[in-house]
């Protein structure tokens, strides 16, 4: 090899590894082995791996056509940090689950709760990482529920996992407390105020908890939906909820709501996207949408694809619009090495996609 294009071959090797480890320039993962996509699924991080379970979708006959939906028992993991990183099928769940939440811990993923087609339920599992597996994962299961919750929302703090809102038994609005390390059994902490909120976020500030978004559906006595449109605060020591905030209206002055959204956080920020258009959405469960209400593009549905950044310490909301593949619902949204990756969801309803979509922090503005 002669000396220059001994040169221009270490050039290029160096501009491949700077543009692989440049922040701006995020992984690339494939798809969601469900080819069609799921809604709904627990999803978190062990270690580099990423690890998607359950959901549901419509394989067979689109929603609007009348078809069923499906629920799924499949976990699979990708190593995000791997060079050519590939699914694997790891350890599945008992019984096909969806519509429940995951907190991430130091021990595991902490899957919560959740729905299929014959019951809502009670069931906690734990994934953790266990090389002497032949899968790399085993999941065991943890103390169950009191009560049976689906559509709810989870975080921790440390080892002690959260849950609240969604559809609880008995028409509850209880938050439920339990420690990793004693593993007791879930502790019954006071309820939240206000209308019920069926698929809220749940996040939280490494000390106190924010509630925000989620719905009540109309019921005989009140055929009135109520989209909440605040953000509640709970503090675990005091064991007190107090209204913290309202959520920004969309750039054109509607409401916004966020249900059916999804949030995190990092050490000065809470993050929220996603989520159905407040009007639209309204007007649909409430029996007033028109006929063809299932057939439309996913632009018309309006899903939210702003990222909304809540800064806790000075209590100011920044808006950072329109960033591409944030517009589901049912998806979930996750912190990895400075990067925020949107796990599957809906598009439209009815209609999942498959797809991973992966946002550097570094063009995110700090506030």
């Known amino acids: 090899m002669n000396k220059l294009l001994l040169i221009l071959t270490l050039i290029s090797i160096l501009q491949n590894a700077n543009a692989q480890s440049h922040p701006e320039n995020p992984p690339q993962i494939p798809d969601y082995p469900i080819t069609q996509g799921v809604s709904a699924p627990f999803a978190g991080f062990i270690g580099d791996w990423l690890v998607v379970g359950g959901g549901c979708n419509f394989p067979d006959k689109p929603a609007a056509d009348g078809g069923s939906k499906v629920y799924y028992n499949q976990c699979y993991a990708i190593h995000t940090a791997s060079a050519s990183p590939e699914w694997i099928r790891t350890v599945d769940f008992p019984q096909p689950i969806a519509y429940g939440c995951t907190a991430e811990t130091s021990k595991g993923l902490v899957c919560i709760g959740g729905m299929n087609t014959d019951a809502s339920l009670t069931d906690v599992f734990l994934i953790e990482k266990d090389e002497e597996k032949k899968k790399g994962f085993s999941i065991r299961r943890l103390p169950s529920l009191p009560l049976a919750?689906?559509?709810?929302?989870?975080?921790?703090?440390?080892?002690?996992?959260?849950?609240?809102?969604?559809?609880?038994?008995?028409?509850?609005?209880?938050?439920?407390?339990?420690?990793?390390?004693?593993?007791?059994?879930?502790?019954?902490?006071?309820?939240?105020?206000?209308?019920?909120?069926?698929?809220?976020?749940?996040?939280?500030?490494?000390?106190?908890?924010?509630?925000?978004?989620?719905?009540?559906?109309?019921?005989?006595?009140?055929?009135?939906?109520?989209?909440?449109?605040?953000?509640?605060?709970?503090?675990?020591?005091?064991?007190?909820?107090?209204?913290?905030?309202?959520?920004?209206?969309?750039?054109?002055?509607?409401?916004?709501?966020?249900?059916?959204?999804?949030?995190?956080?990092?050490?000065?920020?809470?993050?929220?996207?996603?989520?159905?258009?407040?009007?639209?959405?309204?007007?649909?469960?409430?029996?007033?949408?028109?006929?063809?209400?299932?057939?439309?593009?996913?632009?018309?549905?309006?899903?939210?694809?702003?990222?909304?950044?809540?800064?806790?310490?000075?209590?100011?909301?920044?808006?950072?619009?329109?960033?591409?593949?944030?517009?589901?619902?049912?998806?979930?949204?996750?912190?990895?090495?400075?990067?925020?990756?949107?796990?599957?969801?809906?598009?439209?309803?009815g209609v999942r996609t498959p797809n991973i979509i992966i946002f550097p922090m570094s063009k995110i503005p700090t506030i």
């Open 149 to 349: 919750i689906n559509n709810a929302s989870a975080t921790s703090i440390g080892d002690t996992v959260y849950i609240t809102g969604g559809n609880q038994q008995n028409s509850k609005q209880i938050l439920l407390r339990l420690n990793l390390h004693s593993e007791d059994s879930w502790e019954e902490l006071p309820s939240y105020p206000g209308p019920q909120r069926s698929q809220p976020i749940l996040v939280n500030d490494g000390k106190q908890l924010y509630l925000t978004g989620g719905f009540q559906a109309p019921s005989e006595s009140n055929k009135e939906s109520i989209l909440s449109t605040d953000m509640l605060k709970f503090d675990p020591g005091k064991e007190e909820w107090t209204y913290e905030s309202s959520i920004p209206d969309e750039q054109d002055g509607e409401k916004r709501c966020l249900t059916g959204g999804t949030g995190t956080q990092t050490q000065n920020r809470l993050i929220f996207t996603g989520g159905v258009n407040y009007r639209i959405f309204k007007n649909a469960i409430e029996g007033k949408a028109d006929k063809d209400y299932m057939r439309h593009t996913p632009e018309w549905y309006r899903f939210n694809d702003d990222i909304l950044l809540y800064n806790y310490t000075e209590k100011k909301w920044r808006i950072c619009p329109d960033i591409p593949g944030m517009a589901r619902a049912g998806g979930v949204i996750l912190l990895h090495k400075n990067h925020l990756y949107m796990i599957c969801g809906e598009i439209k309803p």
